[in-house]
């Protein structure tokens, strides 16, 4: 089935640093979803996008919704220690009945 | 955000019982749930959407007699995993859909001895 191609894997930054991360698909999506996901926890909601173009920010988070539809980025500015953990894409594509499709995860660890 | 509670958080069992694991909509109605489960190291992997007052709606491969769905109002899904086997560790993770973004429930860890 369809997947997202999220990158990096993971990532190694020293605190205070800036993280990138990208997500692409094959196909047109109407929605573009981030989450992290804590150790033994669910995945938490960061950003949700709805219109292509869109660039949205929660606090030192911002994501953005790519021209064509089939892309997303999340960057973290200023990383803390606590933003340690894993980074999930997640897109809905058109007509697929609410289901969304998660990418692979980004690890992101944050030397001391 | 909406809140979606899971229970267990974790859970062990012998081979060959059932463990029902629950996910409740605590702040609002949600007409559909998801079960997703999560090996590690691993992406989220969808096993059925829940529809309330009808029937599951199974991804391709999963069993759906091993895995059994029941969705019996609008702010509780169910999964039970009947006659486990240590191959169905893992970690399963429902979620609810609230104004077309999807809310976590904390997981539950199912290990089988």
């Known amino acids: 089935g369809q997947q997202l191609n999220q990158s990096p894997q993971s990532m190694f930054i020293q605190e205070g640093e800036d993280v990138s991360m990208n997500c692409t698909s094959s196909s047109i999506f109407n929605t573009w979803l981030w989450y992290k996901q804590d150790p033994g926890e669910g995945p938490v909601l960061l950003i949700a996008?709805?219109?292509?173009?869109e660039l949205t920010s929660n606090g030192r988070l911002t994501a953005q919704f790519g021209i064509t539809r089939k892309d997303s980025f999340l960057n973290i500015s200023a990383s803390i220690p606590s933003d340690v953990g894993i980074y999930f894409c997640a897109g809905q594509e058109m007509n697929r009945d609410d289901k969304i499709i998660f990418g692979k995860g980004t690890r992101l660890h944050i030397l001391p | 955000g909406a809140v979606v509670s899971q229970h267990p958080s974790w859970v062990i069992c012998k081979s060959g019982t059932s463990v029902k694991i629950e996910c409740r909509s605590l702040d609002f109605q949600a007409t559909t749930m998801f079960w997703y489960r999560q090996f590690p190291k691993q992406s989220l992997m969808l096993m059925a959407t829940?529809?309330?007052?009808?029937?599951?709606?199974?991804e391709q491969g999963v069993e759906k007699d091993k895995f059994l769905i029941n969705h019996a109002s609008l702010t509780l899904s169910t999964l039970t995993v009947t006659s486990a086997h240590p191959e169905d560790s893992s970690f399963y993770i429902c979620?609810?859909?609230?104004?077309?973004?999807?809310?976590f429930g904390q997981g539950t860890r199912l290990t089988v001895v």
């Open positions: 996008l709805y219109k292509a173009g």
């Open positions: 829940s529809n309330e007052g009808s029937k599951a709606t199974y």
């Open positions: 979620s609810a859909n609230r104004i077309e973004k999807e809310f």
